[in-house]
């Protein structure tokens, strides 16, 4: 079984820099898995941040970046906003046809 | 506009089998891909099934051998069939486009709660 791994939660100024992870608990994360990024915030559906380890959705800010960072994806949020206050998910391409998201890190814009 | 709207949600028995639909609108189903994510209660994102341009279909372990993805081209639809449904399967479904091994476009979602 395949286990993503995620921090529980961050917090980060305003104005200030957060990089968030997605790890994989067997291997390391690499390209090849297309890891995206997900923000959710509550009752609302997801939102498309990143896909394929680095290209932003269409409309998303350029505050908003994706990388390999070491073994794991990272998801970079520079100069956070208030409304970055959310909910980040990653998901990861883990074999044909078959995706696995990770469990979630709450962000705190305080 | 690219959108997707979900439907067939509501209340379930234990053991039901609803029938979920997923209508697109801005694009062809059929050259796409598109998959159905789930998520409890108070809990995070979890992919269930994604069927492709191709027509291949898989689905995550939880759900294997009780739910079927499948498209109707004519209506430009997407369907879950869930059979066998249990207390654990209750939770929004979300219909989301794939793309480049990610998911873009998503819908509102749909609540699917079973109990008896």
Known sequence: ?110 | EVQLVESGGGLVQPGGSPRLSCAASGFTVSGNYVSWVRQAPGKGLEWVSVIYSGDSTFYADSVKGRFTISRDNSRNTIYLQMNSLRPEDTAVYYCARGMTHGFDVWGQGTMVTVSS
């Open chain 1, 1 to 110: 079984q395949t286990v993503v791994t995620q921090e529980p939660s961050f917090s980060v100024s305003p104005g200030g820099t957060v990089t968030l992870t997605c790890a994989l608990s067997s291997r390391s994360v690499s390209t090849s898995d297309f890891p995206s990024w997900y923000q959710q915030t509550p009752g609302r559906p997801p939102r498309t941040l990143i896909y394929s380890t680095s290209s932003r959705s269409s409309g998303v800010p350029a505050r908003f970046s994706g990388s390999i960072l070491g073994n794991k994806a990272a998801l970079t949020i520079t100069g956070a906003q208030p409304d970055d206050e959310s909910d980040y998910y990653c998901a990861l391409f883990v074999g044909t046809g078959l995706y696995v998201f990770g469990p979630g890190t709450k962000v705190t814009v305080l």
